[in-house]
């Protein structure tokens, strides 16, 4: 009688293995639905996000329509005008070295456009050159760093070293310049 009762506790055992097995690959299985689910909709919304992007650049670059009447004024698309205020999205970066020079081209041989003092804000125009250069920038000072492309306030574009310049207002400790 015993091992009919351990033979039963065996199958017992076997039928709630199997159960929460199978519960187990249901939720295993809705989980990575709903992770492919997630991943596609984000797909969509970056495919959305450069459609936009690419009409805004398709209405940036027609010229508004003449305004109806001598007494019309322009006015910005929230106010139902025909013009259109498109934005930039630019990263600061920070002058870390005084006096930093802004050169016309990415090395010290180019021309000097500019020159900035400490902390000043510069715009980072997403270009970096694709070597490193090394620039000695005091008695113990040496750094490695690449050239970049920036904009200052005036408008001005050129080059500036890139040890010159940091996202974060410091400044660059033993520089003798």
Not at 26 to 32: L, T
Not at 52 to 67: E, F, G, I, W, Y
Not at 84 to 112: C, F, M, S
Not at 131 to 138: D, E, F, P, Q
Request: proline letters at 5%.
């Amino acid at each position: 009688m015993t091992k009919e009762k351990s033979s039963g506790l065996v199958k017992i055992q076997f039928v709630v293995f199997g159960i929460l097995l199978l519960v187990f690959l249901v939720w295993a299985n809705r989980q990575c639905s709903r992770s492919q689910q997630s991943i596609e909709a984000e797909q969509r919304a970056m495919e959305l996000a450069q459609a936009n992007k690419d009409s805004l650049a398709l209405l940036a670059a027609q010229p508004p329509a003449p305004a109806m009447g001598s007494a019309a004024a322009a006015t910005d698309t929230i106010g139902g005008g025909q013009m259109q205020i498109i934005r930039e999205k630019r990263t600061p970066l920070y002058v870390t070295i005084d006096n930093l020079a802004l050169r016309k081209g990415p090395g010290v041989n180019y021309e000097i456009l500019d020159r900035f003092p400490l902390f000043e804000e510069l715009s980072f125009l997403n270009e970096v050159t694709d070597s490193m250069y090394t620039i000695k920038l005091g008695t113990n000072l040496t750094t490695i760093e690449p050239w970049v492309k920036v904009r200052s306030r005036k408008g001005r574009d050129g080059w500036v070293y890139g040890a010159g310049v940091d996202y974060y207002k410091h400044q660059l400790p033993g520089v003798d310049l």
